[in-house]
């Protein structure tokens, strides 16, 4: 692994980056994601590091059980 520091994504770029929307970002927030803010091009912005996006991102996916399942179909079909 690089030492280079986690990247800092605005709301568009996070919602991008795992394809969800910007509203599921500030849900996402509101239900406890750690986000803080930085100043682009003048204006301050709310920012996650990319790192904890990612980790969020997988805690939500091993929760949801469309993702659950199509996870079991494809081993049943690697498997059969």
């Known amino acids: 692994m690089t030492d280079e520091p986690p990247r800092q994504l605005t ?4 919602a ?5 929307s910007v509203r ?3 849900r996402w927030r ?5 986000m803080g803010w930085a100043i682009r091009e003048g204006q301050r912005v709310r920012v ?3 790192r904890v996006l990612l980790a969020w ?3 939500r996916l091993k929760n949801d059980p469309v993702h659950q ?11 059969g």
């Open 11 to 14: 709301y568009r770029e996070a």
């Open 24 to 26: 599921t970002m500030w």
């Open 16 to 20: 991008t980056r795992v394809r969800r």
């Open 48 to 50: 996650v590091d990319e």
């Open 30 to 34: 509101k239900g406890g994601m750690p």
């Open 57 to 59: 991102w997988r805690d």
């Open 69 to 79: 399942l199509r996870m079991r179909k494809r081993r049943e079909g690697i498997q």
